[in-house]
Each structure stands twice: as C-alpha cells, then as structure tokens.
C-alpha cells in the first residue's frame, strides 16, 4: 500500500506562480511511476497534466513550457508558472506500479487532490 500526501495548490492570479508537492509513503520499494492530473470546474474526469516515467517526462499541450514536473526519491513536484485561468481545477498526484504512466487513466493509488484556481 502506497499512501500519497499532496500540499500546496490554492488561489493564484493570471501570471503567477504556485507549487504542488506529493509525498508517497509505504511500500514504496516497488518500481512506480508518478504523474498529475487534472479535474476541470464540472467535468466528471480527470485529465493528464504531466507525467513522470520511465520513458521520461510528458505534458499536456497547453501547460507545456509553463509546468515542470520533477520527482525526488519518492516526492513528487509540479511547478506551475505563467498560470492561466483554464489552469484552474483540482489536482491529483497519482502513482501505478509500473515503468510507464503516460496515457493511463487508472492508477494503482491517488492523492486526495489539491484546488487551483486561477483568476484573470
């Protein structure tokens, strides 16, 4: 069992900047790879914002240049900057027990999410 901590998020306006953080604890020896997704105000899904694996790292089209997903050891980080409003939404830290995230959308764990909203 992989339990992951996110913090960070909140409200940030046009421009700006913000830091989102996961921190997977348990059994966390097992090879995993981690990513960020996204749900938007009343969508009833999640999308993927960007990936961290094996293979590399992946982003969205509209984030990419502004986000950058890092990962040390077993925490997990979005930099998030030149935000936007369509930025806005709550955002999952989520890990699978695999090399490969990219395109998945079913993961073996998942963080409670965090809010970001961005105003223009």
């Known amino acids: 069992q992989v339990t992951l901590v996110q913090s960070g998020g909140g409200s940030e306006q046009s421009g700006g900047s913000l830091t989102l953080t996961c921190a997977a604890s348990g059994h966390t020896w097992n090879p995993y790879c981690m990513s960020w997704l996204r749900q938007g105000p009343g969508k009833d899904h999640r999308d993927e914002v960007a990936v961290i694996d094996d293979a590399g790292t992946f982003y969205r089209a509209s984030v990419k240049g502004r986000f950058t997903i890092s990962r040390v050891n077993n925490t997990l980080s979005l930099q998030m900057n030149g935000l936007k409003p369509e930025d806005t939404g709550k955002y999952y830290c989520?890990?699978?027990?695999?090399?490969?995230?990219?395109?998945?959308?079913?993961?073996?764990?998942w963080g409670p999410g965090v809010q970001v909203t961005v105003s223009s």
């Open positions: 989520a890990a699978h027990v695999s090399k490969f995230c990219h395109g998945r959308t079913w993961y073996n764990y």
